[in-house]
């Protein structure tokens, strides 16, 4: 419903880094949390990380903790996620995802069931 433009992925080696954006295009970010997802092929979509409308609450997946930071930018309008030390296991589509309405400040959520706004994705390509 509401539109998201996901860009800045690419092909890397391992060991990489890439940093992810989440724009809207059209309305204000301020009020809603940020999931990113991510879906490779023949896998299922997973939560990666979320950071609430506050800024003040991010979750993180077991899988990339310690790698991946979110952060977001309102000035801007934007949503960044930083991936470093990236592995092969890291290659998938990447999306951002928003709710259907405005979140509380301290709201992050990591179920794709609570998104309903999402962007068409950025293939990011980890590989030797």
């Known amino acids: 419903q509401l539109p998201l433009v996901e860009s800045g992925g690419g092909s890397v080696q391992p060991g990489g880094s890439l940093r992810l954006s989440c724009a809207a295009s059209?309305?204000?970010?301020?009020?809603?949390?940020i999931g990113w997802f991510r879906q490779a092929p023949g896998k299922e979509r997973e939560g990666v990380s979320c950071i609430s409308s506050s800024g003040g609450s991010t979750n993180y997946a077991d899988s990339v903790k310690g790698r991946f930071t979110i952060s977001r930018d309102n000035a801007k309008n934007t949503v960044y996620l930083q991936m470093n030390s990236l592995k092969p296991e890291d290659t998938a589509v990447y999306y951002c995802?928003?709710?259907?309405?405005?979140?509380?400040?301290?709201?992050?959520?990591?179920?794709?069931?609570?998104?309903?706004?999402w962007g068409q994705g950025t293939q990011v390509t980890v590989s030797s």
């Open positions: 059209g309305f204000t970010l301020d009020y809603y949390a």
């Open positions: 995802a928003a709710p259907a309405y405005g979140s509380s400040r301290r709201w992050c959520p990591m179920s794709s069931a609570d998104f309903r706004s």
